[in-house]
Nanobody
Framework: QVQLVESGGGLVQAGGSLRLSCAASGTIFSIMSWYRQAPGKQRELVATITTRGITNYADSVKGRFIISRDNAKNTVYLQMNSLQPVDTGVYYC????????WGQGTQVTVSS
């Protein structure tokens, strides 16, 4: 059974940091990504990483967020620094093989 399980969300003050983790099981994903969805808004791509470590970021998080993956642990991470209230939302892990899989999401709340 293929699963993606996120962890690491929480409440943080503006300027603070959080590290999200997404543990995958059941398959190896060629591409893993983090998405987020703010209240009342569409889900948006935050960052992507391939098995070779090639990364891509949304302009809004470049220079603040770092995506990484440990292929041996089949886990992807999102280090989020200099967090701002606009970063508040539910963060979802996404994995792509021949189809797309989603985690259940983890809440990130940044207070001003």
């Amino acid at each position: 059974q293929v699963q993606l399980v996120e962890s690491g969300g929480g409440l943080v003050q503006a300027g603070g940091s959080l590290r999200l983790s997404c543990a995958a099981s059941g398959t190896i994903f060629s591409i893993m990504s983090w998405y987020r969805q703010a209240p009342g808004k569409q889900r948006e791509l935050v960052a992507t990483i391939t098995t070779r470590g090639i990364t891509n970021y949304a302009d809004s998080v470049k220079g603040r967020f770092i995506i990484s993956r440990d292929n041996a642990k089949n886990t992807v991470y999102l280090q989020m620094n200099s967090l701002q209230p606009v970063d508040t939302g539910v963060y979802y892990c996404n994995g792509e093989t021949v189809r797309v899989y989603w985690g259940q999401g983890t809440q990130v709340t940044v207070s001003s």
